[in-house]
Antibody
Framework: EVQLVESGGGLVQPGRSLRLSCTAS????????INWVRQAPGKGLEWVGY??????????EYAASVKGRFTISRDDSRRIAYLQMNSLKIDDTAVYYC?????????????WGQGTLVTVSS | DIQLTQSPSSLSASVGDRVTITCQAS??????LNWYQQKPGKAPKLLIV???NLETGVPSRFSGSGFGTDFSFTISSLQPEDFATYYC????????FGQGTKLEMK
């Protein structure tokens, strides 16, 4: 069974950093694109970024709203994807989901984690 | 960046009704358009992939169509469990989501 579990959320002050983890099981983790999607309280879904598989460069793409502040990485040996969030703003307050993409593109997201809440507040 | 505009943003309907939601892309995205259902406090659930293909296990009352810039999503006969928020999502280049359509009981 495919499972994704996010962790690392919590309360953080503006300007500080936080790292989220997405731990996967039930599939060959290294073969898939991993996405991060967030949802501010009472708002819609916003794609944050994705990371490609290592044999396709392992590079990441980001939404304009987080580019330069957020970094996605992956550790295929541990089956974990990370979202490093720096210079956090109040507007970054959201539930953060990781979602499995396809093997070669972000594609559609058939599998999602349960989400982890990040609250940016002083 | 590709913008997706969903319409309507909210919709009131009754069990048994047929409802349609539209999603317009700001540029041609071929058929790289998916639809999700989200209930409060839950992760989104994938319903339709590549504009018109029903995800495995999704009831046949859900359907999608469209190509290029104009897409639609239809529930042929609303069931009580279908009241939720629906999102379109494109993946032609950098992914993006529509703003959502909240389907409420009349």
């Amino acid at each position: 069974e495919v499972q994704l579990v996010e962790s690392g959320g919590g309360l953080v002050q503006p300007g500080r950093s936080l790292r989220l983890s997405c731990t996967a099981s039930g599939f060959t983790f290294g073969n898939y694109v991993i996405n991060w999607v967030r949802q501010a309280p009472g708002k819609g879904l916003e794609w944050v970024g994705y990371i490609r598989r290592k044999d396709y460069g392992g590079t990441a793409e980001y939404a304009a709203s987080v580019k330069g502040r957020f970094t996605i990485s992956r550790d295929d040996s541990r089956r974990i994807a990370y979202l490093q969030m720096n210079s956090l703003k109040i507007d970054d307050t959201a539930v953060y989901y990781c979602a499995r993409g396809l093997e070669f593109s972000s594609g559609w997201h058939a599998y999602w984690g349960q989400g982890t809440l990040v609250t940016v507040s002083s | 960046d590709i913008q997706l505009t969903q319409s309507p943003s909210s919709l009131s309907a009754s069990v048994g009704d047929r409802v349609t939601i539209t999603c317009q892309a700001s540029q041609d995205i071929s058929n790289y358009l998916n639809w999700y259902q989200q209930k409060p406090g839950k992760a989104p659930k994938l319903l339709i992939v590549d504009a018109s293909n029903l995800e495995t296990g999704v009831p046949s009352r859900f359907s999608g169509s469209g190509f290029g810039t104009d897409f639609s999503f239809t529930i042929s006969s609303l069931q009580p469990e279908d009241f939720a928020t629906y999102y379109c999502q494109q993946y032609d280049h950098l992914p993006s989501f529509g703003q959502g359509t909240k389907l409420e009981m009349k």
